[in-house]
């Protein structure tokens, strides 16, 4: 008896449900940008070593062309599409606008998405390979460049905007601590 191949599943992205059948195969990436025209994620190397494909799910950072479809069912999904409210960019995103912290724009919305993830995972205490003090009695590491270069590393730029990138990732991240520290800074 021949087995299925595909399934139904239920993506829920940005807050809305998608459902959807899919081939069991399909990689999150391939179902958001081919099939729910979601296209702001974008495919890179298409084998977990660039970042492009970053996601959000459950507030973590995920690689979706590693993720398979059916097995986000359910869990809640950010694309960068999700991110602004409204018209209103977020912090993030109005940092890397503000401190020229792209060239083409291809790596921008999974670089957009991890330092997302960086700014939770710094606030709530994770170490990073290059934090020189893990014992919790040292308290949080400061959000250094070495640490935002260490903890982004997994987001290629073929452009090199680097940086600037660490740049904004530092001032935004400086912002969701004091939030009017929001002013561009040179
Ligand atoms: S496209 Fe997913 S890591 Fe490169
Ligand atoms: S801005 Fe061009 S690849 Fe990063």
Not at 30 to 54: H, I, S, V, W
Not at 61 to 87: F, K, M, P, Y
Not at 136 to 141: I, Q, V
Not at 144 to 151: G, V, W
């Amino acid at each position: 008896m021949a087995l299925p191949t595909t399934g139904s599943t239920t993506l829920i992205i940005n807050g809305e449900k998608y459902p959807l059948s899919v081939d069991h195969r399909t990689t999150l990436l391939d179902a958001l940008r081919e099939r729910l025209d979601l296209t702001g994620t974008k495919k890179g190397c298409d084998q977990g070593q660039c970042g492009a494909c970053t996601v959000l799910i459950d507030g973590r950072r995920s690689l979706s062309c590693l993720q398979l479809a059916v097995a986000a069912d359910g869990r809640e999904i950010t694309t960068i599409e999700g991110v602004a409210d409204g018209d209103q960019l977020h912090p993030v995103q109005q940092a890397f606008l503000d401190l020229d912290g792209y060239q083409c724009g291809y790596c921008t919305p999974g670089q957009i998405c991890s330092a997302l993830g960086v700014i939770e995972e710094h606030a709530a205490g994770w170490p990073s390979a290059v934090t020189a003090d893990v014992r919790p009695e040292a308290g949080p590491s400061a959000l250094t460049d070495e640490e935002i270069r260490e903890r982004m590393s997994g987001n290629l730029c073929r452009c090199g905007a680097y940086v600037s990138i660490v740049r904004a990732v530092a001032r935004a991240a400086a912002s969701a601590r004091t939030p009017e520290s929001t002013e561009v800074q040179a």
